[in-house]
């Protein structure tokens, strides 16, 4: 079974590793980030309270909860990856509606990343990104 192909439209996955990345942010690995504060775009120091733990590959574009793909950054880049894709920006204006409903506990970054995934489903953007993150998987 090839579980890379259906990414985008896997709910497991996507549940899965957002979990995975909370239970990633207690290990010492990350504490130990975290306190160091240092961002992983910009190198910059931040406090604590201003870190946010990143996915450089979104879960919702098959990106997992790994050390390799997890990184500490500060908020402020992590509003500038935001804006990477036109995607990011049509959701990003979304944020305010959809923000207050997440669960105080999930860091921003992931009430993000909850936008997203609504927001793909919303606009039928998803195919488009399917085909983005996996060009081979019509190659049919
Ligand atoms: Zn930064």
Known sequence: MNDWVEIVRDERHIKRERAKAREMRKTPYFQDLFRQGVC???????PE???????????VRG????????????????????????????????????????DQYIPEQF???????????????????SEFENPSSNSK
């Open 40 to 46: 992983y775009y910009c190198k910059e120091k931040f």
């Open 63 to 102: 990106g997992k909860s790994t050390r390799g793909n997890l990184v500490v950054c500060c908020k402020s880049c992590n509003q500038e990856k935001r804006y990477y894709t036109p995607a990011e920006q049509i959701l990003n204006q979304n944020n305010d509606n959809l923000s207050n409903l997440e």
């Open 49 to 59: 309270d201003e870190l946010t733990l990143d996915h450089i590959v979104p879960v």
């Open 111 to 129: 009430q993000q990343e909850e936008d997203l995934e609504i927001d793909l489903a919303a606009l039928g953007m998803d195919i488009d990104l």
